[in-house]
């Protein structure tokens, strides 16, 4: 696909994962973390990526990661469910820029919502949260797993 990029270290969940760039974590394991979206497009949005790094979208990481990344994405659906108490969950996840991806590095993101409240419409734009705030949500989601 024409745009989809080849994987750099750069990006900045690599960075997040090595250590090098602050994130507000939520839980990790040795195959993935997962971690507040600092746009969120609703309260409680989250984001889980895995660890190794290499895997730029769905179409070339590894089956075994995609196996417990998935069940990672779960955990935290399941506990974001139990702590936030939206009306529905929503899990996206996009392949190439022309598809809306903008961190090349593959991440799911996890996001609650709720009746009468409008997601904000695009992701990755906008103000960063208050990360008091996100810190918040983030030991309610951990406290829920
Ligand atoms: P994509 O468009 O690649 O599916 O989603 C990337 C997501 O990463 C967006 O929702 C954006 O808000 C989020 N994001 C971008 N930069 C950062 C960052 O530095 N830290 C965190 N936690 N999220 C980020």
Redesign the pocket.
């Known amino acids: 696909m024409t745009s989809i990029p080849a994987y750099s270290a750069d990006n ?2 690599a960075k ?1 994962i090595r250590g090098e ?1 602050p ?2 974590k939520i839980f990790e394991d040795e195959a993935a973390l997962a ?7 609703t309260e409680g ?1 989250a ?1 889980v990526a895995p660890k190794r790094l290499g895997a730029v979208s769905l179409l070339d990481v590894r089956e075994d990661d995609l196996q417990t990344l998935i069940l990672a994405v779960q955990r935290l659906a399941r506990a974001t469910e139990k702590a936030l108490r939206p009306d529905g969950v929503r899990v ?3 392949n190439g820029a022309e598809a ?5 590095h593959l ?1 799911f ?1 996890v996001i609650p919502v709720w009746a009468g409240r409008p997601m904000r419409r695009a ?3 906008g103000e960063p949260a208050d990360p008091a705030k996100l810190k918040e949500l983030a030991d309610r989601i951990a406290a829920a797993l």
């Open positions: 900045i969940f997040i760039a994130s507000v971690f507040m979206d600092i746009f969120p497009q949005h984001l996206m996840q996009f809306g991806q903008t961190v090349f991440h993101h992701h990755g734009h």
